[in-house]
DNA sequence: CCCTAATGAGTTGCGCACGACTAAATAGCG
DNA sequence: CGCTATTTAGTCGTGCGCAACTCATTAGGG
């Protein structure tokens, strides 16, 4: 009859590569394995690496504040910034005025990091091979995507 | 001045909030959370899910084949693996015509756990709260990336 | 002022995800 | 036919990611 594989995706079908949320998994992990060698050169992971995005846009941020810009719990970041400030980029102090929140600060090695971190968004970029409308359409749609799916 | 934080996303930009990796790492991990109650249900994990969906689709498929159709390796696969058949999903078997492969088979409680999954794919899609043709691009745009990036 | 509720960071347990490696089996070349 | 290279699945170690929990500290109502 018709071609083999020619028919609509459906949102409702139980197909593998019907699904968006296959899609994103896929992607998310092949960009992930993309940065992976570049942030090898800087002894970074990838969720280290947002981490000092995060810092080097906002120093002395909490660790709670932190949270909430990457989305990510005390129990996945607590371990992480205990390797970052092993690694000698960060060190976690005790806030004076509030004895519960951690104020984490950049060392000076943690701060130089940043210049050479500076080629890393345009290789990136580079290798995602989208144009700008492209890419502006990405971000938003996955904005809209997570804001949705958070209720 | 300007307004703060009315300036263009740049693609070259270390802001967070202007990385299109960010958005789609925070968009995977909370459609995976969106999952996670649904799954709960029937007891499985996303990446079971995932590999669920294939052997729905095709039956005795082996370890090789699924990791392409995934794009997992099998370290993360034996375990996962392992696990599902602990669960008595599916049965593991060697192939007597190459005896380095090996098949896996749906049990029957492995094949009747379909109908109790085939109302999530509409509850996800649901939840994710796109229009068809926002669904279809996203989509669009998730592969040309994982293909770029992926070289 | 007390005392209970909340907040912030951390620990533990489990399941991915992947690199590096191993062992067994097969392919395929000389 | 023999032997080496490749293929396939698996183990091990490390680092997330998150739920459930703990502990210390602070907030805020009676």
Redesign the interface.
């Known amino acids: 009859m018709s071609t083999p594989g020619a028919e609509p995706?459906q949102?409702?079908?139980?197909?593998?590569d019907d699904?968006?949320?296959?899609?994103?998994?896929?992607?998310?992990?092949?960009?992930?394995?993309?940065?992976r060698p570049l942030l090898d050169e800087l002894g970074l992971t990838?969720p280290q690496y947002?981490v000092m995005?995060?810092l080097?846009?906002q120093d002395q941020i909490s660790v709670r504040d932190l949270g909430n810009?990457?989305?990510l719990e005390s129990s996945t970041l607590s371990p992480l910034l205990k390797r970052l400030e092993a690694n000698g980029l960060l060190r976690r102090e005790r806030r004076a005025e509030d004895e519960r929140s951690v104020a984490l600060r950049l060392t000076d090695a943690g701060a130089r990091l940043?210049e050479r971190?500076?080629t890393v968004?345009?290789a990136?970029?580079d290798?995602?091979?989208?144009s700008?409308e492209?890419?502006?359409?990405?971000?938003q749609?996955?904005?809209?995507?997570?804001t949705?799916?958070?209720r």
């Open positions: 995706s949102e409702g079908s139980l197909l593998l699904q968006l949320c296959f899609a994103l998994y896929a992607a998310s992990r092949a960009v992930t394995a993309r940065y990838y947002l995005l995060v080097w846009e810009a990457l989305q940043r971190a500076d968004p345009l990136i970029g290798a995602m091979g989208l700008p492209q890419d502006a359409t990405a971000k749609l996955l904005r809209l995507l997570t949705n799916v958070t």
